[in-house]
């Protein structure tokens, strides 16, 4: 068996588990949603939990909606994935950072500030004290490790006419 051949066969394999590892998370996703985002499991009396973030997709623009895993820092969360820069929602907020999540069954906006490990960290500054400590300490940990996050800044509420 020549190199070429081998590099041939590990290539077609680690596309068709890429092909399956996404599979298997949107039919995950697909089951788990609707209780995610009517509030079963949502960051409360502990401080980490579930979400339900929309993205816009990155050619259509349709919306899509996924579970996450988010922890909530006084009205910011960071969500983050193992799954480094193949997960579908981290190239998508990439693309169109205003997203949506759903919280303890309630929708909300907020813009995403997306750290990967392969790129430069995004612009942190006026962020509070702590969210701005935690975003600069995990990334330079998650970096190593190929963890891709993203830290939801709350869109300001609408401003009511007085």
Request: proline share 9%; aromatic share 8%; net charge positive.
């Amino acid at each position: 068996m020549t190199p070429a051949y081998r590099s041939q066969i590990l290539s077609d394999t680690v596309s068709r588990l890429t092909a399956l590892e996404t599979e298997f998370f949107r039919t995950l996703n697909s089951l788990v949603e609707p209780a995610v985002r009517a509030g079963c499991g949502s960051p409360g009396i502990a401080p980490t939990g579930l979400i339900v973030l929309e993205t816009k997709g990155r050619r259509t623009g349709i919306p899509y909606r996924t579970p996450v895993l988010a922890t909530l820092i006084g009205d910011y969360l960071l969500i983050a994935t193992i799954r480094g820069e193949r997960s579908q929602w981290i190239k998508s907020v990439r693309m169109a950072p205003d997203v949506r999540y759903w919280l303890r069954g309630r929708v909300r906006e907020a813009r995403a500030l997306v750290f990967t490990p392969d790129e430069s960290p995004p612009d942190i500054q006026g962020l509070p004290p702590l969210v701005h400590c935690i975003a600069s300490s995990f990334y330079a940990t998650a970096s190593g490790l190929g963890v891709a996050f993203a830290i939801l800044r709350p869109a300001l509420p609408p401003k009511r006419d007085t």
